[in-house]
């Protein structure tokens, strides 16, 4: 009996992605409990949470999540645009929906729900895929995105575009299409420019000077090279990070904790987080090659690639090459809300996997 109880537990636990997730986890622990750790226990709450999630997700199958996907994202549509009219404005931004008894950041469903959308479009329109297809699924991009980043929302409207841009690519967006519409892109950045919120402008030109308000816009990045310079190849050891012990980098716990990780285990440390980051997305790659329908190959695909996204992102705010956006570091950075979404995504990734075999009728 407790045999095959422990069998249903585990059976749809990926042991290779748990192992990766858990190795991550334990980066982010001892990171944390060097830069703030009053915290430690609320994270570990909030860890509890998101593999309890984790494990509820894993069991439910590609089919059943197929469909899933258009009330996730109708949903998620409604609460964007609930938050637009009745959401709690916080410094400058309008990004969560009080509903009385909890409050609500809508766009972090459509973190999900947006690659479950087009993976379901795209496989309805599997036998009969058109151009035409391809841009019904960009207008089913576009809508989430610009209410997001009306908000305004930045961070998370770039996550959410690259997770339905994902889809698309693995959909089959052919190539000449990807570099006409960059071609299109670079041609309108001037234009675009104008419609930019004059903090985002502000970050866009402290990244190529952050020295013209080293005290104001400019402090974060300069503060977090400083940082991560300064660990040189063995870090200076955990908690003896001066940047981070004497409070020099801001949103050390949360989007900047690579700096304050980077300073205490130097360019060794950094290696071993980005092989254990390309693991993660090796593994979900391989997941997605094995998978059952185009439907499960596309989730698997785009949900993987997010990790890839939140990563790179994040590590190239902190070290000065990417504006700074507010994308926390996947799994490592403090946060109840980015780790349950995260750890759905690794639990989509469980369930797709432990289906590989079955074929959808």
Known sequence: MIANLWRKLVAPIDGPLMAIAGLLLLIALVTLASASPE????????VAVALTVMRIVAQIPPQ?????????????????????????????????????????QPSELLKIAMPLMLAWYFQKHEATLRLR???????????????????????????VFSAGFFVIFFAGLPWKVIIGLGAAGLAAAPFAWGHLHDYQRGRILTLFDPERDPLGKG?????????????????????????????????????????????????????????????LVGRGLMIAANAATLFARL?????????????????????????VVGVPLPLVSYGGTALVTLFSGIGILMSIHKNRMLVQK
Do not use: C
């Open 219 to 279: 402090f974060h990045i300069i503060q977090s090279t400083i940082a991560i310079g300064s660990g040189g190849i063995l870090g200076k050891g955990w908690g003896q990070g001066t940047q981070a012990q004497l409070e020099f980098i801001p949103e050390r716990h949360t989007d900047f904790i690579f700096a304050v990780y980077s300073e205490e285990f130097g360019l060794l440390g950094n290696i071993i987080l980005l092989v254990l980051y390309a693991l």
């Open 133 to 159: 297809d391809y841009a019904v699924a960009a207008l089913l991009l576009l809508i989430p995105v610009a209410l997001i980043a009306r908000q305004p929302d930045l961070g998370t409207a770039i996550l």
């Open 39 to 46: 915290r430690v226990m609320t994270l570990l709450a909030h």
């Open 64 to 104: 059943r999540l197929m469909h899933l996907a258009l009330p996730m994202f109708l949903l998620g549509i409604v609460l964007l645009v609930a938050v637009a009219f009745f959401g709690d404005i916080s410094k400058g931004a309008r990004r969560w929906l009080n509903l009385g008894f909890m409050r609500i």
């Open 299 to 323: 989730v698997a695909g785009a949900v993987t690639l997010i990790f890839f996204t939140y990563a790179f992102v994040n590590m190239g705010m902190v070290s000065g090459i990417l504006p």
